[in-house]
Every structure is written in structure tokens, then in C-alpha cells.
């Protein structure tokens, strides 16, 4: 993946979160035609909305439930003493 893939490709997950192109449009107060030119790398997104959209994604990443399932790296794991 290079570089300057990644302002669009947080866009298109963003769409995703907000539910289509019109409601990201709103949220990043951006019009839905210059979002999709955007979108398809007609155009280059901005910088401060690829800060708001990245502002979106971490919103919306820290209010969901954390998963379950397979443990933290962070969190050891182990349990007993090492021998």
C-alpha cells in the first residue's frame, strides 16, 4: 500500500461508518460531488479532511464494545509462575 493511498481509502471506510457518500458529505461538511471526486482519485483529499475522517473512525472505534475471544498481546497471557 503506498502513502498516498491511504487518504482514500479512509474515506471509503468512513462512507461505510456514516452510512453513504451524502451523510459523509455532511459529516466532513464537504459536497457529495467533490467527496466522490475524491473518492475515485479524481482529486486529492485535503488534509484537514483527512483529519475529520480519521477523527470519524476513531470515534466510531472507541464507543463500539471491545471483541472478545483471542487475548491481548499486551496482556501477558501466562498466568503461573515461570520456571
Known sequence: MKNSDVPM???RRA???CNGVD???DA???STD???????GE?????????QAVGLLLEATTTRSPKRGKP????GGRKGPRH
Open 72 to 75: 491481548d498481546s499486551n496482556e
Open 9 to 11: 481509502m479512509t474515506l
Open 43 to 51: 482529486e486529492e483529499v485535503p488534509l484537514a479532511t483527512f483529519t
Open 34 to 40: 467533490r467527496l466522490e471526486k475524491m473518492l475515485a
Open 15 to 17: 462512507v461505510q461508518l
Open 28 to 30: 466532513l461538511n464537504v
Open 23 to 25: 451523510a459523509l458529505s
